[in-house]
């Protein structure tokens, strides 16, 4: 199944898949499309990204201690009551032949109780998803994106351009270190055409670098070369192993 000539299929099944609600089956086939297809794959990486940065940024919310104290008093008398019921059943020998009359079925402060614990529950998820639309609303626009791996095909970087913000975006997905007295830089493989610098890469797991549409618009692949700390100049090219690469796919707004 080519998933990636199916743009807003894949977009659902990969916002389903990083937030773990694509489960069996449906999963187990989703990751084996991806192992063979690099859109489905930089797809499910967009999306776990996406998703991280907001449970970061995602503050907690504290309900009123006013609250709690009336449900833990609801719960208290609850308790005393059943109690009450249980020494009056112990001391009448036949109460234990007869329905309750008055139990946790018909408890009206139980169902108080569970009532307030229900509304707080709901005012507490309608917070949560105001912020979450908001947070989806200023969420990056992604037109570019790349899967940069290794010689054995495993991830290791991936890329993400954002027009509105002018930025690539790089995210760190293996565990490769460059040593203090190297740096890895960040090339643009046009058709034809020498290889152009985009950066020299930090060492944080996520960093920026400030990049125009025409900077990667027509530019079938990206690559990482290792070079001496602070990069060489672009038009030097490469002089260090490239030590990932990967295509740079145009992906729908």
């Known amino acids: 199944m080519n998933l990636s000539a199916q743009s807003p299929l894949l977009e659902l099944l990969a916002a389903s898949y990083a937030l773990g609600t694509l489960r069996g089956g449906a999963r187990r086939r989703f990751e084996a499309i991806a192992r063979e297809q690099a ?3 930089a797809a499910a990486l967009v999306w776990q990204s996406r998703l991280s940065s907001m449970a970061e940024l995602q503050q907690p919310v504290v309900p009123d201690a006013a609250v709690w ?3 833990r008093n609801m719960i208290d008398a609850e308790q005393a009551r059943q109690a009450l019921e249980r020494q009056r059943a112990a001391a009448t020998p036949t109460a234990a032949s007869r329905p309750a009359s008055g139990g946790w079925l ?3 402060a139980l169902w108080r109780g569970a009532a307030m614990a229900g509304a707080l529950a709901t005012v507490c998820a309608i917070g949560v998803g105001l912020n979450l639309n ?6 990056p626009t992604v037109q570019y994106v790349a899967v940069l791996s290794d010689d054995q095909a495993a991830a290791s970087m991936l890329v993400t351009f954002d027009p509105k913000k002018k930025q690539l975006v790089l995210q760190r997905v293996g565990g490769f270190s460059e040593g203090n007295d190297k740096s890895l ?3 643009a493989l046009p058709p034809g055409g020498a290889p152009r ?3 020299v890469l930090g060492r944080e797991p996520a960093l920026k670098l400030t990049a125009q549409e025409s900077d990667v618009h027509a530019v079938p692949a990206l690559a990482i070369s290792l070079e001496p ?4 100049p672009s038009e030097r090219g490469p002089t260090g192993p490239v030590l990932f690469k990967g295509a740079l796919i145009e992906k729908m707004l």
């Open 39 to 41: 859109p489905v794959r």
């Open 106 to 108: 018909r408890s009206l």
């Open 229 to 232: 700390r602070g990069g060489v």
């Open 69 to 71: 104290t009336r449900i």
């Open 185 to 187: 830089q960040l090339w």
């Open 134 to 139: 908001n947070q989806l609303q200023n969420a």
């Open 197 to 199: 610098s985009l950066g």
